[in-house]
């Protein structure tokens, strides 16, 4: 299906983009300055779930980020949303397929670690997954990888240097992260989030977890970045609620827009 897909996608695309980047909830926006050369929406794409989140466009771009070659998913698929592990690889896969060789993953997360605040940017250096469905289950497909495979770095060192690096150069400090993958839609309980920083997680989110898998067992090179939205549940008075995440991502989106046009050009 994968191939199916990356066909469709190239005959309507004319650069053969090295850069993939997924963008995360309320960070569609983050490319607004990509000069757009094709836009394809996920419905037209064989294989491709509609992104049915709020603050999901739904959409693939490709173009040119700061001078370089992109090809964006703007809004991603949950399995909140109903659809099954393999459908939020695919669009990886296709990727994969189409040369895509490092892989940006982007999101919104409640922080954990109470060194964060609502607004900032964390880089994930890795990550927890608790529930067991993996989306790799099933029959491996050996042209993509093998079917057992080492995630010791599924966070490339290398790329969070370099992220490091590209945020130090625009004036933005980036912390490091471990960023436990939740299910939702429901966020969690503070008994949950009590248990989660016991295990070691700084940040938790519902998104994000199983694309890095499909990216890093296709070999790509893969950079995290994650907008802490809230604190999360319990670790402040109040509840939590989307309109509170909205609020948070109008103050990280600026970050995120600069830090994606420095980090393009230095992959
Ligand atoms: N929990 C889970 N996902 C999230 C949160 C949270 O607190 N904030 C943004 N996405």
Known sequence: MYQKAANYIKK???????????????LGASVDTMK?????????IPGFRASTAP????????????????????????????YAMKDIALPVQ???????????????????????????????????????????RGENREELGNRFFDMTKAYSPELLELASDAGERIGIS???????YMGGPQFETPAEIRMLGIL??????????????????????????????NMAAGMENGGLNHAVIDQAEINGKERMRKLLREVVKAL
Do not use: W
């Not at 980036?174 to 436990?180: E, P, R, S, T």
């Open 12 to 26: 309507r695309i004319n650069s053969a983009p090295r850069i993939g980047i997924i963008l995360g909830t309320g």
């Open 200 to 229: 070691g997680a700084d940040m938790v989110g519902m998104s994000t977890v199983p694309e890095v898998i499909a990216a890093v067992h296709c070999g790509m090179r893969v950079l995290g970045l994650s907008c802490v939205t």
């Open 174 to 180: 980036l912390k490091q992260g471990v960023y436990a």
């Open 94 to 136: 296709t990727m994969a397929a189409l040369g895509v060789e490092t892989l940006v993953v982007t999101n919104a997360s409640g922080g954990i670690n109470e060194s964060y605040a609502p607004g900032e940017i964390v880089l994930i250096s890795d990550h927890i997954k608790f529930d067991l469905e993996s989306p790799l």
């Open 55 to 82: 603050g999901h466009a739904g959409r693939l771009l490709a173009g040119k980020l700061n001078g370089v070659d992109v090809l964006v998913m703007q809004g991603r698929m949950h399995y909140y949303e109903g």
């Open 36 to 44: 757009v050369e094709a836009e394809i929406s996920y419905g037209k």
